[in-house]
């Protein structure tokens, strides 16, 4: 069964630009999370989608933004980059049903903003 | 804010018992207790986790006190791939993980 799969892996932007980071779960898992990893911060949460609806939502500005597709994969984006925003971001995944469930993580989109 | 407290750091020699702690003192009686790790510049892996009572799998074992305050994460037989960051992490359901900083984790040969 092939995992959560992030792409690009890795990219440079400079500021004031903006990127998309796209996320496939693993099948059949409805629920996805997004959380930004940076030395200074640590691993923070910034939104869940859960078909198709943003169930929860971190504190990070409005130029984060995020949705999620029919099929479950889902984009991010960031617009009008900082040099704060160099990061690694990370995505995730449920499976479906009620229960406690665990959170499969991706490799994470390496950003670096310039 | 992460409601959990982790030593920093702790090294454990190869082949023996790795006794991670934590503390969880203001834990609701919904919440359950997570283990994750990360290995340098991977994504975390889920490790284990519980509600009440000690949990067993194949990675590690949980044992959560009768009070549910604090709880120790013991991978039996530390090898060096077991060099991580480990994350404990209360957490209700359907509620976003919050991690800490975590317990850096060196196994030494």
């Known amino acids: 069964k092939a995992g959560v799969t992030q792409t690009p892996r890795y990219l440079i932007k400079t500021r004031g630009q903006q990127v998309t980071l796209s996320c496939s779960p693993i099948s059949g898992h409805r629920s996805v999370s997004w959380y930004q990893q940076t030395p200074g911060q640590g691993l923070q949460f910034l939104f869940e989608y859960f078909s198709e609806t943003q169930r929860n939502k971190g504190n990070f500005p409005g130029r984060f933004s995020g949705r999620q597709f029919s099929n479950s994969r889902s984009e991010m984006n960031v617009s009008t980059l900082e040099l704060g925003d160099s990061a690694l971001y990370l995505c995730?995944?449920?499976?479906?049903?009620?229960?406690?469930?665990?959170?499969?993580f991706g490799e994470g989109s390496r950003l670096t903003v310039l | 804010d992460a409601k959990t407290t982790q030593p920093p750091s702790m090294d454990c020699a190869e082949g023996r018992a790795a006794n991670l702690p934590c503390n969880h003192s203001?834990?609701?009686?919904?919440?359950?207790v997570y283990w994750y790790r990360q290995i340098h510049s991977q994504g975390p892996q889920y490790i284990i986790h519980?509600?009440?009572n000690n949990e067993t799998n194949e990675m590690a074992s949980l044992i959560i006190t009768e009070d549910r305050k604090s709880s120790t994460l013991i991978l039996p037989h530390a090898t060096l791939r077991d060099t991580a960051v480990y994350y404990c992490?209360?957490?209700?359901?359907?509620?976003?993980?919050?991690f800490g900083k975590g317990t850096r984790l060196s196994v030494i040969a």
């Open positions: 519980g509600l009440k």
């Open positions: 992490i209360v957490r209700a359901l359907n509620t976003p993980l919050v």
């Open positions: 203001t834990i609701s009686g919904n919440e359950y």
């Open positions: 995730a995944s449920r499976p479906p049903g009620q229960g406690p469930g665990e959170l499969f």
